[in-house]
């Protein structure tokens, strides 16, 4: 299927981007802090069309925890590296509390990267599932004659 994006970019049905997802387990959350978006990387894992998280206290907690809606990304590359694939999920983030919910999802294989007390389990609630596919561009495409130049020590 062709998007708006381009011949090249094919828009994921929403049962290909949860197969995505299911494989995936790394991403990054986007909350709203104050006055300003912010993004922290976070493992997951899809629980019935829901992505489940668990995470210390702190700014990633308080900002997904408030009425302000949230966004999960999601990208990877096929194993021959020839596409890559981006998935978007935005919608609710909720802190699970109820016993029997929290039973269950202590079962789920959810395992963070980072080391330390992770004790309090999330659950994001999508109200939309959106995903594209698309050629990785050879790098060759974007080299200018600024390319090879010698950039300042700061940069």
Not at 90 to 95: E, L, S
């Amino acid at each position: 299927m062709t998007g708006t994006h381009g011949s090249d970019v094919e828009e994921l049905a929403v049962n290909s981007c949860w197969e995505l997802l299911r494989d995936a387990g790394v991403g990054r959350l986007a909350v709203w802090v104050e006055d300003h978006p912010d993004i922290f990387p976070i493992n997951f894992v899809v629980d019935h069309g829901t992505l489940v998280l668990r995470s210390a206290e702190g700014t990633k907690l308080a900002g997904a925890l408030t009425d302000v809606p949230v966004a999960v990304e999601i990208d990877g590359v096929d194993e021959a590296g020839a596409k890559a694939w981006s998935v978007v999920v935005r919608g609710r983030a909720g802190h699970i509390q109820q016993i029997q919910e929290l039973t269950n999802t202590l079962d789920l294989p959810l395992f963070p990267w980072q080391a330390g007390r992770k004790g309090v389990f999330v659950r994001v609630v999508p109200t939309l599932v959106t995903g594209r596919r698309f050629p990785v561009a050879d790098p060759e495409v974007w080299r200018t004659p600024l390319s090879e130049a010698r950039r300042a020590p700061d940069e």
